[in-house]
């Protein structure tokens, strides 16, 4: 279903983006906005890894550094018959986790040094198989081709106002032209923050299934929220757009389950979760680190 969800949100913006063109006048404002926004989103795709680590101050482990987190996402990446992504860890006292890269082969897996300090083993087993669960589903990949559509919007919407301010032939005159240029962004800013929030519900349901047991996501989605909320983020808040990666809301405010939230109320990700234990609670053995040693 979240598949589903997510393909009809992208076709509303796809819907969007050409009611927006057309309301302009013609085809030619439309394809030069989208040509010009898909190279953007296009560049940013094939560096979006690497200027993602750079924004979050983020340092590449391995085994040697960081025995402990690399020898369990190397395990869950085995059990979930994918490609293992690099690790990183980002000194900061909030607990949280992304996940980046633009398909399963090239892409990477981040936690901060204070979800390693706050968290039990098995919960962060729980985050780290969430973070796999995006890098299966090629969700940077979904939120890219959202973020074109999105940005050839709001593009669009400023072509309209100017070149085409004062034209009173076109349908509402001025007060439609600035209209257009206020709503559609926000509209396609909406529907890409619920695009986002439906990612999270599927990479949840993959990520108790890749760890096998949905209880510790639960409980790690728990401990997360009410210490991010007490925590600073300074690389999160100085890069807001980075949010929406974050498996919580890593900037300072309230979490909600609303139109303007990138990611679901943290008690309905619980429950949804909590459903899912009677059939995965059992006959699953835990994932183990390899070696011991430090987190970081």
């Given at each position: 279903?979240?598949?589903?969800?997510?393909?009809?949100?992208?076709?509303?913006?796809?819907?969007?983006?050409?009611?927006?063109?057309?309301?302009?006048?013609?085809?030619?404002?439309?394809?030069?906005?989208?040509?010009?926004?898909?190279?953007?989103?296009?560049?940013?795709f094939w560096n979006s890894d690497k200027a993602v680590l750079n924004m979050t101050g983020a340092r590449e482990v391995d085994l040697r550094t960081a025995p402990d987190l690399v020898a369990m996402v190397h395990g869950l990446a085995d059990r979930a018959g994918m490609p293992r992504p690099k690790v990183f860890i980002i000194e900061t006292d909030q607990p949280n986790a992304f996940a980046t890269g633009r398909n399963p082969q090239n892409a990477a897996v981040a936690a901060t040094t204070g979800l390693l300090r706050s968290l039990t083993r098995d919960e962060i087993a729980g985050v780290m198989a969430h973070e796999l669960a995006h890098i299966r589903h090629r969700d940077t990949l979904t939120m890219t081709i959202t973020a074109t559509m999105a940005g050839a919007i709001s593009m669009l919407a400023n072509f309209g106002l100017l070149f085409g301010g004062s034209d009173r032939d076109r349908p509402g005159g001025l007060i439609g032209t600035l209209a257009l240029m206020i709503l559609a962004p926000l509209a396609a800013g909406l529907v890409q923050m619920a695009?986002?929030?439906?990612?999270?519900?599927?990479?949840?349901?993959?990520?108790?299934?890749?760890?096998?047991?949905?209880?510790?996501?639960?409980?790690?989605?728990?401990?997360?929220?009410?210490?991010?909320?007490?925590?600073?983020?300074?690389?999160?808040?100085?890069?807001?757009?980075?949010?929406?990666?974050?498996?919580?809301?890593?900037?300072?405010?309230?979490?909600?389950?609303?139109?303007?939230?990138?990611?679901?109320?943290?008690?309905?990700?619980?429950?949804?979760?909590?459903?899912?234990?009677?059939?995965?609670?059992?006959?699953?053995?835990?994932?183990?680190?390899?070696?011991?040693?430090?987190?970081?």
């Open positions: 279903m979240g598949n589903i969800r997510s393909f009809v949100l992208m076709a509303a913006l796809t819907a969007l983006f050409m009611g927006v063109g057309a309301l302009i006048g013609g085809t030619t404002g439309a394809v030069i906005a989208l040509v010009i926004a898909g190279g953007m989103n296009l560049f940013a695009i986002s929030r439906s990612r999270e519900y599927e990479a949840d349901r993959l990520g108790a299934e890749i760890c096998g047991n949905p209880g510790w996501l639960a409980s790690a989605l728990q401990k997360i929220e009410h210490l991010a909320r007490a925590r600073i983020n300074p690389q999160a808040e100085r890069n807001p757009a980075l949010a929406h990666l974050f498996i919580i809301n890593p900037l300072n405010g309230q979490g909600a389950d609303n139109l303007f939230s990138t990611h679901p109320a943290t008690a309905n990700r619980v429950a949804a979760l909590m459903k899912l234990q009677p059939a995965r609670q059992s006959g699953i053995p835990r994932v183990r680190p390899r070696s011991r040693g430090p987190w970081a």
